[in-house]
């Protein structure tokens, strides 16, 4: 029932209870802010309920067992290693359980009000929240806006019965025999590689020349070795027609030079990116927000809407959908409104894929400097010739470096290999904090890890390595 006529006074209003919005909202907190949070959903977003989180614990799940059933190349002899499914989803709801809670007592214990409902604005200053039970109006000095984003759902392939998307795919009842995957790209060569580390014959449809077409060629022309090495199909300059379902299989038809193709398979997961969430019953359409073509909030460099007190952050606004990238706006946004200087400064936010192996990058690719007009020193080093890789039985990937030539200075970095999604932080820090290849070659790396690749690999750029023949 509705709660009075009479709006109730909060200081700031947060739409969206993901890794943007809740750390937004706990930041406003710890700054004096009297916050309210609403998701119609569940507390941590899509990113720790059918997102990042899940999704990594599956890959784990995966690499566990490849891992088991490799073990011989150690010594040691494993025999009827099985995957028991339903305790592999235990483990995924586990973690994601344990996370989502974990959120839910910071909120609770930064005093924050946690709706589970919907929002509605009736105008600049007022909205309604609400779900089947209450919708109360609140006043709001503040708002911000951070309703993250959903699949992209293609008419062609409606989701439903043997049609997934990233979120069907992560609680699949079985694990299929057969699974056909259309997009090459983060999202569909992750789930798809976890698939076919258990078993699954995969069959990837990717419209670029290339899988993960944002990477560079060096590294997913690794992750496409190992895919095929796994006996996963990847049709590339693929364009996917259409989708025939029974209640047992999806057979897809696809174009690939000229001629149209089928592949049948017990699961079609259609992966084509994500669709900002900006629609709907929200009501922006009433507060005249300014907004691209493509359904994005236009924001200034301190994530302001064009409504000077109302702010958006995450999948919503320009750039990259990361969660990483929607935590650091979340903290913009919440110290700004509480009055510090704060601004969004994109020097470099890290891409990473994890797949097998993982794919790290951050700052300007080598041509991409090349186009900025620096004159650009490359170090590249190998894994295989570390001795902390080789203990791990790891016999592919690199570190790469790109510099300035003319004063040292780091400008990006690529990683290919295990560990690459924790390795490339020391080298966003290097970029963030203006560091030299002198720098990085100056600190004392332990050994033996591989984060002396990233040495090796500056000193090779130096030209003067030690693990390495000069040339």
Same mark, same amino acid.
């Given at each position: 029932? /509705?709660?009075?006529?009479?709006?109730?006074?909060?200081?700031?209003? /947060?739409?969206?209870?993901?890794?943007?919005?809740? /750390?937004?909202? @706990?930041?406003?907190? $710890?700054?004096?802010?009297?916050?309210?949070?609403?998701?119609?959903?569940?507390?941590?977003?899509?990113?720790?309920?059918?997102?990042?989180?899940?999704?990594?614990? !599956?890959?784990?799940?995966?690499? $566990?067992?490849?891992?088991?059933?490799?073990?011989?190349? =150690?010594?040691?002899?494993?025999?009827?290693?099985?995957?028991?499914?339903?305790?592999?989803?235990? =483990?995924?709801?586990?973690?994601?359980?344990?996370?989502?809670?974990?959120?839910?007592?910071?909120?609770?214990?930064?005093?924050?009000?946690? =709706?589970?409902?919907?929002?509605?604005? *009736?105008?600049?200053?007022?909205? &309604?929240?609400?779900?089947?039970?209450?919708?109360?109006?609140?006043?709001? #000095?503040?708002?911000?806006?951070?309703?993250?984003?959903?699949?992209?759902?293609?008419?062609?392939?409606?989701?439903?019965?043997?049609?997934?998307?990233?979120?069907?795919?992560l609680s699949l009842p079985e694990i299929p025999k057969s699974l056909v995957v259309i997009g090459?790209?983060?999202?569909?060569?992750?789930?798809?590689?976890?698939?076919?580390?258990?078993?699954?014959?995969?069959?990837?449809?990717?419209?670029?020349?290339? *899988?993960?077409?944002?990477?560079?060629?060096?590294?997913?022309?690794?992750?496409?070795?190992?895919?095929?090495?796994?006996?996963?199909?990847?049709?590339?300059?693929?364009?996917? #027609?259409?989708?025939a379902q029974t209640d047992k299989d999806v057979t897809v038809t696809y174009t690939v030079n000229?001629?149209?193709? $089928?592949?049948?398979?017990?699961?079609?997961?259609?992966?084509?990116?994500?669709?900002?969430?900006?629609?709907?019953?929200?009501?922006?359409?009433?507060?005249?927000?300014?907004?691209?073509?493509?359904?994005?909030?236009?924001?200034?460099?301190?994530?302001?809407?064009?409504?000077?007190? *109302?702010?958006?952050?995450?999948?919503? +606004?320009?750039?990259?959908?990361?969660?990483?990238?929607?935590?650091?706006?979340? &903290?913009?946004?919440?110290?700004?409104?509480?009055? $510090?200087?704060?601004? @969004?400064?994109?020097?470099?936010?890290?891409?990473?894929?994890?797949?097998?192996?993982?794919?790290?990058?951050?700052?300007?690719?080598?041509?991409?400097?090349?186009? #900025?007009?620096?004159?650009? #020193?490359?170090?590249? =080093?190998?894994?295989?010739?570390?001795?902390?890789?080789?203990?791990?039985?790891?016999?592919?990937?690199? /570190?790469?470096? @790109?510099?300035?030539?003319?004063?040292?200075?780091? !400008?990006?970095?690529? @990683?290919?290999?295990?560990?690459?999604?924790?390795?490339?932080?020391?080298?966003?820090?290097?970029?963030?904090?203006?560091?030299?290849?002198?720098? +990085?070659?100056?600190?004392?790396?332990?050994?033996?890890?591989?984060?002396? *690749?990233?040495?090796?690999?500056?000193?090779?750029?130096?030209?003067?390595?030690?693990?390495?023949?000069?040339?």
């Open positions: 029932m /509705v709660v009075g006529d009479a709006s109730l006074d909060i200081d700031l209003l /947060v739409i969206g209870a993901g890794p943007g919005g809740y /750390v937004a909202a @706990i930041r406003a907190a $710890q700054l004096g802010q009297n916050v309210l949070v609403v998701d119609k959903q569940y507390v941590g977003g899509v990113c720790l309920n059918v997102g990042c989180i899940p999704s990594k614990a !599956l890959i784990s799940a995966s690499h $566990q067992y490849e891992s088991i059933s490799h073990a011989s190349d =150690f010594g040691i002899t494993a025999s009827d290693v099985k995957v028991e499914w339903s305790k592999v989803q235990e =483990f995924k709801n586990g973690v994601v359980k344990k996370l989502t809670g974990g959120v839910a007592s910071l909120l609770k214990a930064n005093k924050i009000q946690f =709706f589970a409902g919907e929002v509605m604005f *009736i105008n600049e200053n007022e909205a &309604r929240v609400f779900n089947d039970q209450e919708a109360p109006r609140y006043r709001f #000095k503040h708002c911000i806006i951070a309703t993250g984003s959903r699949p992209i759902e293609l008419k062609a392939f409606p989701y439903g019965g043997r049609i997934v998307s990233s979120t069907e795919a090459g790209g983060y999202i569909g060569i992750e789930l798809g590689q976890m698939y076919a580390k258990f078993g699954t014959q995969v069959t990837i449809i990717e419209g670029s020349d290339s *899988i993960l077409p944002g990477f560079d060629s060096d590294m997913s022309s690794l992750v496409a070795k190992k895919l095929k090495a796994s006996k996963t199909e990847i049709v590339t300059g693929a364009q996917a #027609k259409s989708a000229g001629e149209d193709k $089928q592949v049948t398979a017990d699961y079609l997961l259609v992966t084509v990116g994500r669709r900002p969430n900006t629609d709907g019953e929200l009501g922006l359409d009433l507060i005249n927000l300014k907004m691209t073509d493509r359904g994005l909030i236009e924001v200034d460099d301190q994530c302001r809407t064009s409504i000077p007190h *109302i702010f958006a952050i995450g999948d919503i +606004i320009a750039g990259p959908a990361l969660a990483h990238k929607a935590m650091y706006e979340g &903290r913009v946004a919440a110290e700004v409104i509480a009055g $510090q200087p704060s601004k @969004i400064d994109y020097k470099c936010i890290p891409l990473v894929v994890f797949s097998d192996p993982e794919c790290s990058s951050v700052g300007y690719s080598e041509k991409e400097a090349k186009e #900025k007009g620096h004159n650009v #020193k490359v170090g590249k =080093f190998p894994f295989n010739i570390n001795g902390r890789a080789l203990s791990l039985g790891v016999k592919e990937g690199f /570190v790469k470096v @790109i510099a300035d030539a003319d004063n040292g200075l780091v !400008l990006g970095a690529q @990683i290919a290999g295990i560990e690459a999604s924790n390795m490339i932080a020391e080298l966003g820090l290097a970029i963030e904090m203006g560091a030299t290849l002198e720098d +990085i070659a100056l600190t004392i790396h332990a050994h033996p890890t591989l984060g002396e *690749i990233v040495l090796d690999a500056t000193e090779m750029a130096l030209g003067h390595p030690i693990h390495a023949i000069s040339k």
